[in-house]
């Protein structure tokens, strides 16, 4: 409690009760940029704003730092969309040949694929852009023939056959991002990797179809309950099941402990 007047100034403080000015906190180090952090960071574009919206300007931003900065470790779009692909083949190893689970072996192949693709928005874009003949794909190439191969089929037929596969896994989840696009678009909001109600889809689709007059779509109304039916991952499974039989037609002969079904 102070005895001085009212209205008295306040003596200057005192030498001794002078306060430390407060030490000024360093400023968090930044990582360093790398080719790796660039990748990320262009994957967290793509899942927000799609291939379209992916640009080295939008990931430059996504990493605080210029444009330019980004030339050190990437030379194009291009270039980084490729590192995008390769970077989901990261742990992935065909195993060895092994002719009587061949059919087995190419299922597991296209389901991880499948994954892969669905891992990141609009990847089956990129994947049908890009020829898998880079060093660090080129050993899957390889692995896949070998599959072919030891199964017995005909070489002309081993070297087509990756192709096909390739083709109806990169056909297939680019169908289905164009739905999950859609869906969201119908809901009024901003497309996500989150699945559409394909139920509900499945439902109009099904009721158009048995609507169509019946002398002139006879065969839509008979399978109007069939064509848009199970889920997706079901769907997939059939697909893949066609080629698998229709590859098998080519062996000589179906060899003992074949895993068909």
Same mark, same amino acid.
């Given at each position: 409690?102070?005895?001085?007047?009212?209205?008295?100034?306040?003596?200057?403080p005192?030498?001794?009760?002078?306060r430390?000015?407060?030490?000024?906190q360093?400023?968090?180090?930044?990582?360093p940029l790398?080719?790796e952090r660039?990748v990320?960071a262009?994957f967290?574009?793509l899942d927000?704003?799609?291939?379209?919206?992916?640009?080295m300007?939008?990931?430059?931003?996504?990493?605080?730092?210029?444009v330019?900065? %980004?030339?050190a @470790?990437?030379?194009?779009k291009?270039d980084l /969309?490729?590192l995008? +692909?390769?970077?989901? &083949?990261?742990?992935f *190893?065909?195993?060895?040949?092994?002719?009587?689970r061949?059919?087995?072996q190419?299922r597991?192949f296209?389901?991880?694929g499948?994954?892969?693709?669905l891992?990141?928005r609009?990847m089956a874009?990129?994947s049908?852009?890009?020829?898998?003949f880079?060093?660090e794909?080129?050993?899957?190439?390889?692995?896949?023939l070998?599959?072919f191969r030891?199964a017995? %089929?005909?070489? @002309?037929?081993?070297?087509?056959?990756g192709? /096909?596969i390739?083709t +109806?896994?990169d056909? &297939?989840?680019l169908? *289905?991002?164009?739905?999950q696009d859609?869906?969201a678009?119908e809901?009024g909001e901003?497309?996500?990797?989150?699945r559409?109600d394909?139920?509900e889809?499945?439902?109009?689709m099904?009721?158009?179809f048995?609507s169509?007059?019946?002398?002139d779509?006879?065969n839509?109304r008979?399978?109007?309950?069939?064509?848009v039916?199970?889920?997706?991952?079901t769907?997939?499974d059939?697909?893949?099941?066609?080629i698998?039989r229709? /590859?098998?037609?080519?062996l000589?002969?179906?060899?003992?402990?074949?895993?068909?079904?």
């Amino acid at each position: 409690m102070s005895n001085a007047a009212p209205g008295t100034p306040a003596p200057p403080p005192s030498p001794w009760d002078r306060r430390r000015r407060p030490r000024a906190q360093a400023a968090p180090a930044r990582l360093p940029l790398s080719r790796e952090r660039v990748v990320e960071a262009a994957f967290t574009v793509l899942d927000d704003q799609g291939l379209d919206g992916l640009s080295m300007r939008r990931v430059a931003a996504e990493l605080g730092v210029t444009v330019s900065a %980004l030339y050190a @470790h990437v030379s194009s779009k291009d270039d980084l /969309l490729e590192l995008m +692909y390769t970077r989901l &083949f990261d742990g992935f *190893e065909l195993p060895e040949p092994d002719p009587k689970r061949w059919r087995e072996q190419l299922r597991d192949f296209a389901h991880a694929g499948r994954r892969r693709l669905l891992s990141h928005r609009d990847m089956a874009r990129i994947s049908m852009a890009h020829v898998p003949f880079t060093a660090e794909l080129l050993p899957h190439v390889e692995g896949l023939l070998a599959i072919f191969r030891a199964a017995g %089929l005909p070489d @002309h037929i081993a070297a087509e056959a990756g192709d /096909l596969i390739s083709t +109806y896994i990169d056909g &297939f989840v680019l169908e *289905e991002g164009m739905w999950q696009d859609r869906a969201a678009r119908e809901d009024g909001e901003e497309a996500s990797l989150a699945r559409p109600d394909w139920h509900e889809m499945a439902d109009r689709m099904r009721d158009y179809f048995a609507s169509l007059p019946a002398e002139d779509f006879p065969n839509l109304r008979a399978l109007s309950g069939l064509m848009v039916s199970g889920s997706s991952d079901t769907r997939f499974d059939t697909g893949l099941e066609i080629i698998l039989r229709g /590859l098998a037609s080519y062996l000589p002969d179906t060899a003992p402990g074949d895993d068909a079904r």
